[in-house]
């Protein structure tokens, strides 16, 4: 697929004048290296690579489509590659994600979200929940889609604005190269009769929540990972409709397979892998399988090096209610019933999910002893063991 052509910006906050960002150029920054990988021997999940530069061949979107009918409906994991954009470009992400990351906490400060009114865009400090006796070792940095519902909202820090017109090239070239091809095939998999169905619940100038993500798990001492349990603690699902993250070394994630194990999500080169999440599956009645993954302490030949993730969230319009495709013949068949009680729109979804995710300690006091809390509308939020 080709790399998407930078449209004019309509950025969060404008660039710097080019007179302040010589410090920001990339020859004047730390560059970030990729760890190595790790030698041990895992269980490594087996998922199913996507070749995007196929999706223009004459049926190449019916052989994709194909390709995905398990991993949609069982797994809800799978690697694309050749999604247009550059290795280069990449690589520059992970330098201004390193760079973030190293400045000082009280400059990150004036960018921190507001986590009372489930505002997840901006900077999220690590240690704001547990993992046993252990704060969390999670750092994020969240930038909205560039469209006019968010321009001027939400203040960067001058290395970011020195790069935001690639930055914003990068976030849109992820939704036109990636997300939307892969609407349109889930589309062929439900056989929808129209293609487009999901893409125009998904377009990129209408209002959503989609947003582009720096995280940093920075590395523990080997006390704090058994404190930790090593992570291991219970899986979650995310709540939009996939979610893209780019290939890392740093092995950590880990799917919940239909057999009750946890397998290893493998760093392949030059793929994004992709996880389906809860909002697809509301809009299937549970078909779509939204994955239950986690992250949990590298293997030990890793424990000396930071785990930095480059994601992007894609979700559908504010406005969408959550409800059943009823056009589908596969989800007709399957019987499949609304999950909620009531009908929701995304944006009540949105809210009330984050609030419990930007709030764990208040939210670990929300569930029950079945490990369930109700999220909205009788629709049941679980921690998988």
């Not at 523990?220 to 090593?230: F, G, L, M, V």
Request: no cysteine; net charge negative.
């Amino acid at each position: 697929m080709s790399s998407t052509t930078v449209t004019e910006s309509a950025s969060p906050q404008e660039s710097l004048p080019l007179r302040n960002t010589q410090q920001y150029d990339y020859a004047q920054l730390p560059k970030y290296s990729h760890p190595p990988e790790t030698k041990e021997d895992l269980p490594w999940s087996e998922l199913v690579t996507l070749d995007l530069e196929d999706y223009d061949r004459p049926g190449g979107k019916e052989r994709l489509a194909k390709q995905l009918e398990h991993a949609v409906h069982h797994v809800g994991f799978f690697y694309v590659k050749n999604f247009g954009l550059s290795q280069e470009l990449v690589d520059n992400q992970f330098t201004l994600a390193k760079n973030f990351f190293n400045l000082d906490t009280e400059e990150k400060g004036k960018y921190e979200i507001d986590y009372a009114n489930a505002d997840y865009n901006g900077w999220r400090r690590p240690g704001r929940g547990r993992s046993g006796p252990v704060k969390d070792n999670i750092e994020i940095f969240n930038i909205p889609k560039f469209t006019k519902d968010f321009e001027g909202k939400y203040p960067l820090p001058d290395l970011l604005k020195a790069h935001l017109p690639e930055i914003e090239h990068f976030s849109r070239s992820l939704h036109s190269n990636v997300v939307l091809p892969l609407l349109r095939l889930f589309a062929i998999v439900l056989k929808l009769p129209d293609e487009e169905y999901l893409v125009k619940q998904h377009t990129y100038d209408k209002k959503s929540e989609d947003h582009f993500r720096y995280m940093l798990y920075h590395k523990r001492t080997p006390e704090e990972h058994a404190a930790s349990n090593y992570g291991q603690t219970g899986g979650h699902t995310d709540l939009g409709t996939v979610t893209l993250l780019f290939r890392q070394p740093v092995a950590g994630l880990q799917v919940l397979g239909e057999d009750g194990k946890w397998t290893w999500v493998s760093a392949q080169p030059g793929t994004i892998t992709v996880n389906l999440a809860d909002t697809i599956s509301h809009l299937t009645g549970g078909w779509l399988k939204s994955s239950i993954h986690r992250v949990v302490a590298p293997p030990k030949d890793q424990w000396a090096y930071d785990r930095t993730g480059l994601l992007y969230f894609a979700r559908p319009h504010n406005d969408v209610v959550l409800r059943p495709i009823l056009d589908s013949p596969v989800l007709q068949e399957a019987g499949v019933e609304p999950r909620f009680e009531k009908e929701v729109t995304m944006e009540q979804w949105v809210k009330a999910k984050q609030a419990l995710q930007l709030n764990p300690d208040e939210a670990a006091k929300k569930y029950a002893a079945d490990g369930t809390v109700e999220v909205l509308a009788g629709f049941k939020d679980r921690k998988y063991k």
